[in-house]
């Protein structure tokens, strides 16, 4: 009997790589980009790296797609994609940009895959499994390092300015260090990989944050309900980190003056 998950998740990490490779190669030929907002871009790169990863899934298994570029509608059985989560840094030839891709069915994350093409970082997980880096476990730091923990704070303009700075107040007053790369997605699969202690964002779009909530999960972190209030369509508060700072990171998250 076919698993159809599995068979799903093994899809989607092949089809990761080959659009993280995609989109690599068409990075040096790039024309101008379209500002979605001041500081929210789009490069026919993302356009055809989402074009590819729908045509795909379509193809193969008949899903519903929902995409940062083209949109898409709800379902029981659907996939969540982000072309080119860290545009900005995509645009200026950093490496903190990736491809994610999130499987969802009856309202619950199945699969989840971040590929990082630059540094060849292919980070998978099965819900209720555990999460995987180049094809080894990975989890989450427990704070083993010894030091302070290390938040990274996600923004964008659909939040206040101001409402982020009183975010980054309340780590500091908490003990937290933090900062800010660029990609959500990928700052989500470093939690899970023990790379920083945790991350949040005041609201992020499920494109964003879905694989990389499941990474976080199944490496034995602590996460928000993201689906919660229509997140899927609508966006959400993320926190996701290491347990031994769960309470603190949500109360900080979710404080309201």
Known sequence: MT???QDRLDFAIALAVQAGHMAASMRAGLGRPDAKSPIDFCTEADRA??????????????????GEEYGGASADSVWVVDPIDGTNEYIHGTKRWCVSLAYVRGGMIE???????????LYAAR??????????RMGVSRL?????????????????????????????????????????????????????????????????????????????????DFLA?????????????T??????????ARWRS
């Open 229 to 241: 209030d229509d997140g899927l369509t609508k966006g959400n508060l993320v926190v996701a980190c």
């Open 243 to 252: 347990p031994e700072i769960g309470d603190r990171l949500m109360e900080a």
């Open 3 to 5: 698993d159809p998950v």
């Open 127 to 136: 819900r209720g499994d555990v999460a995987f880096l180049n094809g080894r």
């Open 49 to 66: 790296v989402e074009r590819l990863v729908t045509e795909q899934v379509r193809t193969r298994f008949g899903d519903a797609v929902i």
């Open 111 to 121: 699969a989840g895959i971040i590929y990082a093409p630059v540094d060849d970082r």
């Open 144 to 224: 083993a390092h010894g030091s302070v923990p290390v938040i990274e704070a996600g923004w964008s303009d659909r939040v206040p300015i101001a409402d982020y700075a009183a975010l980054l107040q309340r780590l500091e007053a908490l003990g937290f260090e933090f900062r800010r790369h660029g990609s959500g997605a990928l700052a989500l699969a470093e939690v899970a990989a023990g790379l920083n202690d945790g991350y949040v964002e005041l609201h992020m779009n499920a494109w964003d944050a879905l694989a990389g909530l499941l990474l976080a999960h199944e490496a034995g972190g602590v996460v928000n």
